[in-house]
């Protein structure tokens, strides 16, 4: 006897639904049947936008920023200033901080903070590559924008330490964010005072 079960295709998009951080297969079903039952366009435009995730953006191979281009917009605008760089822990903070439209520096994404309780480490971080860079080319500023938590304030020790011989001045953002905030979710004004009030790291 014959007994149904999920054509193949289906069966195959729930599977990969499901390996999405917050998808559980409940959700990766809902989400499958709420495609098959759309027009062909909603999935159609959905495997285009996943297809060309990766082909059409790179990460710029000096600040490891995301980009559609390498080196990215920022590091290539002859015009931002070279002599100050600002240090982020994601993509994602560095547009934040662009949002204010008060900085007019480079940037340097470390991708990650370091928690070594959670098995993130040094070398999990582009911090080598930054250190690289400032050997390269010192700076007169280095600001340091990591997330106002415990991870945030372990980064940003280290990345002082051993930025300390390249750079004319270390800052940190100012404690007007909150405790344990993710910078990325800070409001433009909270982040403009916190860039404007930085102090001397210490
Ligand atoms: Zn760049």
Redesign the pocket.
């Known amino acids: 006897m014959t007994r149904m079960s999920l054509p193949a295709p289906v069966a195959r998009l729930i599977e990969e639904l499901s390996r999405l951080p917050g998808i559980g297969p409940r959700t990766a079903q809902r989400l499958a049947f709420h495609l098959l039952r759309s027009a062909p366009e909603l999935a159609q435009n959905l495997a285009t936008a996943l297809q060309n995730l990766h082909l059409q953006t790179v990460w710029?191979?000096?600040?490891?920023?995301l980009?559609e281009q390498?080196?990215?917009p920022?590091?290539?605008d002859p015009e931002r200033d070279q002599d100050r760089i600002c240090v982020v822990e994601e993509p994602l903070d560095l547009l934040a901080i662009e949002r204010t439209g008060l900085y007019a520096g480079?940037?340097h994404v470390l991708h990650g903070s370091l928690s070594p309780l959670e098995g993130r480490n040094v070398e999990d971080v582009k911090i080598a590559e930054l250190v690289e860079r400032l050997r390269a080319r010192p700076v007169e500023e280095l600001i340091l924008a990591m997330d106002a938590d415990h991870e945030g304030d372990t980064t940003a020790s280290y990345v002082a330490q051993v930025s300390a011989a390249f750079a004319s001045r270390i800052t940190r953002l100012a404690r007007g964010l909150p405790t344990g905030a993710d910078l990325e979710y800070a409001d433009e004004s909270t982040i403009a005072s916190a860039l404007q009030g930085r102090q001397d790291s210490s």
Do not use: A, G, M, T
Not at 60 to 65: G, H, I, K, L, T
């Open positions: 710029c191979s000096r600040c490891f920023n980009s390498d080196p990215c920022v590091c290539e480079l940037y």
